[in-house]
């Protein structure tokens, strides 16, 4: 797999730095799970993107044209004592050999350190507001060259918000980044069709968690991207259900979101699928809704169309189906207007995807939607919730909640789906489903 260029990204977000700069990055904590047990840990994004490195306790800094040396690393020192109990470090002669840092200290020396690094620049690039302990660290740093000024120290005169080009330059994925994330998707295409095959009533939706875990594990990745949602019959009308606790029941439906990271790069998958392996008649009109509203937002994917088209096609597509089903009265475009169908369907068609599952990038630029370019990853995911308690449908669509999401990848010429391994179609997904081992044996067994 080609490797991931972090030195050309840090030369990139410093040229357009520009001379007389400093950006400063910290790393994520480590949080405390319960008592003395640690969440495991996971680097923070922006951190990871411009350094590979994936331990806690350090500080990146950039400083555009510096004659020593453009890339300092603050990290942990070697410590055997620490690795024999936590594990080991990279500490500052690795990271200056693995890393590419110009320069690597130890991080409790950045407080005598880093407010010379940072003396005489024009400009403070970090990530203003997001972490107000780092905030005030920095501003001790810039004080402390404050307080020096009488003997000619020439404190930094503005601070500016890093965050904005940095997550443009995320936005736009290379080709080692799309790799990573087409292997995410495939690998999480495979749970996904096993849970089909292992789907039967009687089963927990714990279990077909487990199944998706087994499968991401077995083909290399360790970590779901985000907490798995699977949710069966009027579960699926949560749209952040993560309890998983719920039993699946015969002439219901289960909807699985869920996706696999791989070398910090996510997938985002979500099938609607019958638990017994066939589509009642309204689930059946239902499911054809979604899955031709995310058809017809798919078309919309190329360059130079707009992010706001993708919604669009879907809405439209939704709104005709449910005045078909005679779940909506009125004209097409009154009913638009008014957003009626966000009784049924309450939230956007789809989200940047990335190192982060809702990914960093505006949908806006100067007041307008964004416009689409090659290298981008984005989900396209309408959905239809008709909840247990929803009396402006008919009794017989109440308790159906469908969602269909891919992965897309906009290319020169249009799209790519990330995710394609995965049917959709209610053929595709009731043709495998009938392929499960468990279903195989019960037929047997019913035979005898």
């Known amino acids: 797999m080609q490797a991931i260029n972090f030195?050309?990204?840090?030369?990139?977000?410093?040229?357009?730095?520009?001379?007389?700069?400093?950006?400063?990055?910290?790393?994520?904590?480590?949080?405390?799970?319960?008592?003395?047990?640690?969440?495991?840990?996971?680097?923070?994004?922006?951190?990871?993107?411009?350094?590979?490195?994936?331990?806690?306790?350090?500080?990146?800094?950039?400083?555009?044209?510096?004659?020593h040396g453009e890339f300092i690393l603050f990290n942990r020192e070697k410590d055997k004592t620490q690795e024999i109990w936590h594990g080991l470090r990279l500490g500052q002669d690795a990271a200056i050999e693995e890393l590419g840092a110009d320069d690597a200290?130890?991080?409790?020396?950045?407080?005598?350190?880093?407010?010379?690094?940072?003396?005489?620049?024009?400009?403070?690039?970090?990530?203003l507001g997001m972490n107000?302990?780092?905030?005030?660290?920095?501003?001790?740093?810039?004080?402390?060259i404050q307080a020096q000024v009488k003997r000619g120290a020439e404190p930094p005169g503005e601070m500016v918000d890093l965050r904005h080009h940095l997550h443009?330059?995320?936005?736009?994925?290379?080709?080692?980044?799309?790799?990573?994330?087409?292997?995410?998707?495939?690998?999480?295409?495979k749970a996904h069709c096993a849970l089909m095959q292992a789907c039967e009533p009687g089963l927990k939706e714990l279990d077909m968690e487990a199944e998706l875990q087994y499968h991401y594990a077995k083909n290399g990745c360790r970590f779901a991207a985000y907490p798995s949602i699977v949710a069966a019959g009027d579960n699926a009308n949560i749209l952040h259900y993560v309890e998983n606790s719920g039993e699946l029941t015969d002439g219901e439906l289960l909807l699985t979101d869920a996706g696999c990271e791989f070398e910090h790069y996510a997938s985002d998958i979500t099938r609607t699928i019958p638990i017994n392996g066939a589509f009642n008649k309204e689930q059946a009109a239902l499911y054809d809704i979604v899955l031709e509203a995310q058809l017809k937002a798919i078309e919309m994917i190329?360059?130079?169309?707009?992010?706001?088209?993708?919604?669009?096609?879907?809405?439209?597509?939704?709104?005709?189906?449910?005045?078909?089903?005679?779940?909506?009265?009125?004209?097409?475009?009154?009913?638009?207007?008014?957003?009626?169908?966000?009784?049924?369907?309450?939230?956007?068609?789809?989200?940047?995807?990335?190192?982060?599952?809702?990914?960093?990038?505006?949908?806006?630029?100067?007041?307008q939607p964004r416009v689409l370019e090659s290298g981008m990853v984005?989900?396209?995911?309408?959905?239809?919730?008709?909840?247990?308690?929803?009396?402006?449908?008919?009794?017989?669509?109440?308790?159906?909640?469908?969602?269909?999401?891919d992965d897309i990848l906009v290319t020169k010429k249009g799209y790519d789906i990330l995710s394609k391994d995965v049917p959709k179609t209610r053929e595709d997904i009731e043709a495998l489903m009938s392929k499960?081992?468990?279903?195989?044996?019960?037929?047997?067994?019913?035979?005898?």
């Open 168 to 189: 443009e330059m995320r936005l736009i994925k290379s080709a080692a980044e799309i790799q990573r994330m087409r292997y995410a998707a495939k690998t999480s295409a």
């Open 132 to 144: 107000p302990d780092f905030d005030q660290k920095v501003m001790e740093w810039r004080n402390q």
């Open 302 to 367: 190329k360059p130079g169309n707009h992010w706001n088209q993708i919604h669009d096609a879907a809405v439209r597509v939704i709104t005709q189906g449910l005045i078909d089903l005679k779940i909506l009265k009125g004209s097409l475009e009154s009913l638009i207007e008014r957003g009626a169908y966000r009784d049924f369907y309450m939230h956007k068609t789809g989200h940047w995807i990335g190192l982060d599952v809702h990914d960093v990038g505006d949908y806006q630029v100067h007041g």
């Open 378 to 405: 984005l989900t396209v995911e309408p959905g239809l919730y008709i909840a247990k308690d929803n009396t402006k449908a008919a009794k017989k669509w109440r308790g159906i909640g469908i969602r269909i999401e």
């Open 436 to 448: 499960g081992t468990n279903k195989d044996k019960s037929k047997n067994k019913s035979k005898k």
């Open 105 to 127: 200290f130890p991080i409790n020396d950045i407080d005598d350190i880093l407010p010379g690094l940072m003396e005489g620049r024009e400009r403070i690039y970090f990530a």
């Open 7 to 67: 030195v050309a990204r840090r030369k990139r977000l410093m040229q357009w730095m520009g001379p007389n700069s400093v950006a400063i990055l910290p790393a994520s904590s480590e949080k405390i799970r319960s008592h003395d047990v640690h969440y495991h840990f996971r680097q923070d994004n922006d951190f990871w993107y411009l350094t590979g490195f994936a331990e806690p306790e350090a500080v990146a800094v950039l400083i555009p044209g510096r004659k």
